[in-house]
C-alpha cells in the first residue's frame, strides 16, 4: 500500500537532507583547504606570478561558500526525489565530483602540483558536466543550482593553467623563510602580478 506524501511531508524531508548536506558540504570544503596553508597564508602561494584576472583572496573564500550551500541544495533536492529512476546514479556523480573537488587545494597549495591541479579541475568539470545532466533529468531545479559551480569551476581552470604557464618549475620552487606575506591591512588581497 502505498501513500503519496503531502506537500508539508515534501518539505520537511527536504529540509531534513538539507540539514545534513549543506553543513557537511561547507565544513569538509574548509577542512579541504585548511589540509594545507589556505592562500592568504601560503608564503609559496604568494611568491608565484599571478595572472591579471586573479581576483582578491577574499573573493575565493565567499566564492566558494556560496557554491558549497548551492551544491549541497542540489543534492538534497536529489536526494529527496525518493522514486527518481536516475536518483543514485546522480548522487554517485555528485559525490566523486565532490571528493575530487576535495583533492584540489591539498594537491595546490600543498604539494605544489600546479599542472596536475588543472587536470584535476578537468576531471572535476567533466563530472560535475554529468552531474548537471543527471540532475536535470531528475528535478531541473537541482541542476540549475549547479551552473555557478560549473561556471566557477571554468574561471579556477582559466587561473590555474595561467599561474601554471606563468611558474615553470613552480613545484621545486623554494621560498625562504624570510619571505614576507603581504599586509594584512590589504584585505588579504593577492599581490599583483609581477
Known amino acids: 500500500m502505498s501513500e503519496l506524501a503531502s506537500r508539508s511531508q515534501l518539505r520537511l524531508s527536504f529540509l531534513r537532507w538539507a540539514m545534513l548536506t ?15 596553508e589556505p592562500a592568504g597564508q601560503n608564503a609559496w602561494f604568494q611568491s608565484l ?14 566564492a566558494w561558500f556560496i557554491l558549497y550551500i548551492l551544491i549541497a541544495l542540489a543534492l538534497a533536492i536529489v536526494l529527496n526525489a525518493r522514486n527518481a529512476r536516475l536518483r543514485w546514479i546522480g548522487v ?8 575530487l573537488n576535495l583533492i584540489w ?8 602540483q600546479i599542472g596536475y ?9 567533466l ?3 554529468a552531474t548537471v545532466l543527471v540532475f536535470g533529468r531528475i528535478r531541473p531545479l537541482a541542476a540549475w543550482l549547479m551552473v555557478p559551480y560549473l561556471a566557477w569551476l571554468c574561471f579556477a581552470a582559466i587561473l590555474n593553467k595561467q599561474i601554471d604557464d606563468l611558474n615553470p618549475g613552480a613545484a621545486t620552487k623554494i621560498v625562504p623563510r624570510s619571505y ?15
Open 180 to 194: 614576507e606575506l603581504p599586509s594584512t591591512t590589504t584585505g588579504g588581497a593577492l599581490p599583483p602580478a609581477q
Open 92 to 99: 554517485s556523480l555528485w559525490c566523486a565530483q565532490f571528493l
Open 105 to 112: 587545494s591539498p594537491l595546490f597549495f600543498g604539494a605544489h
Open 127 to 129: 563530472l560535475s558536466f
Open 117 to 125: 591541479a588543472f587536470y584535476l579541475l578537468l576531471m572535476i568539470f
Open 22 to 36: 549543506v553543513p557537511l558540504t561547507v565544513l569538509l570544503g574548509f577542512m579541504s583547504s585548511r589540509i594545507a
Open 49 to 62: 606570478v599571478k595572472p591579471a584576472a586573479q581576483p582578491e583572496g577574499w573573493v575565493f573564500g565567499a
